[in-house]
């Protein structure tokens, strides 16, 4: 495999491994700007989306995450991606931890912070790691403004990225959510796209508290120029006996 090629899988997956595992309140699944909530402890959810591209460019992304509390709740996930990039096939799994330290709000900021990690399946070296802290203001019940900033190594060329992301999302009914975000990383490389903005829209159809599926345009989504169709799914399993938190809040 040629550096170019290697470089734009890096990149790939560099987006990929910093997608967000998010409750039912967040954008979460394929989209990338992440929300400063997490689930409540107990819970778990699948999340799992495919992404082709107009130059043939794929991938496909398992996501299983649950939240567990050793000595604060911690939202924890461990992403595997099959990806094709300039028709090189790549195995990736990206492990990541996220906490919240201030809960969001109606006229005020949440606040949380996430880090973690990919490594080649096939060789199990290290391809990068990620730090971001995601911050949410609630405009109302069913609009906020997601606004994300972090740190990214890309360990094959050993380059430091700074990565940044803004977001919205509005439920407009009962059952559909629309969601539009831009997110990048600002940084030297010789591949001119792979610092370019990038962009998704899309909307979530939820019928009710387990399921949902969101289908997403994307723009240069890896950093590549090309145009990206994503159909994602949500599976979630709730702690027993409780009510879902976006039901007692209200909140999306």
Not at 23 to 48: L, P, Q, T
Not at 84 to 103: E, L, M
Not at 204 to 223: A, H
């Amino acid at each position: 495999m040629g550096w170019a090629a290697r470089t734009g899988i890096t990149a790939a997956i560099a987006a990929l491994g910093a997608f967000a595992a998010q409750d039912a309140r967040a954008a979460n699944g394929a989209y990338a700007v992440d929300a400063a909530d997490i689930s409540e402890v107990g819970s778990c959810k699948v999340e799992s989306w495919m992404s082709t591209a107009s130059n043939t460019d794929f991938s496909a992304v398992a996501n299983p995450s649950c939240v567990v509390d050793p000595f604060r709740p911690i939202e924890l996930s461990l992403q595997t991606i099959r990806a094709r990039s300039d028709g090189d096939w790549s195995t990736t799994v990206a492990p990541k931890a996220k906490t919240n330290f201030i809960p969001t709000g109606i006229g005020r900021w949440g606040l949380s912070a996430y880090g973690g990690g990919s490594f080649d399946a096939a060789t199990g070296d290290a391809l990068s790691a990620f730090a971001v802290v995601p911050a949410t203001f609630r405009l109302s019940e069913t609009m906020r403004i997601n606004v994300n900033g972090g740190w990214l190594w890309d360990r094959t060329v050993d380059r430091h990225y700074l990565t940044y992301g803004i977001g919205f999302d509005w439920k407009f009914t009962d059952t559909l959510q629309w969601t539009i975000e831009a997110y990048g990383q600002a940084g030297a490389s010789e591949i001119a796209s792979a610092v370019q903005p990038r962009f998704q829209t899309g909307v979530r159809y939820r019928p009710n508290e387990i399921f949902s599926v969101d289908v997403i345009y994307g723009r240069n989504i890896t950093g590549e120029n090309a145009n990206w169709i994503t159909i994602g799914t949500t599976i979630r399993f709730p702690v027993h006996g409780s009510e879902p938190e976006h039901r007692r809040t209200g909140h999306l």
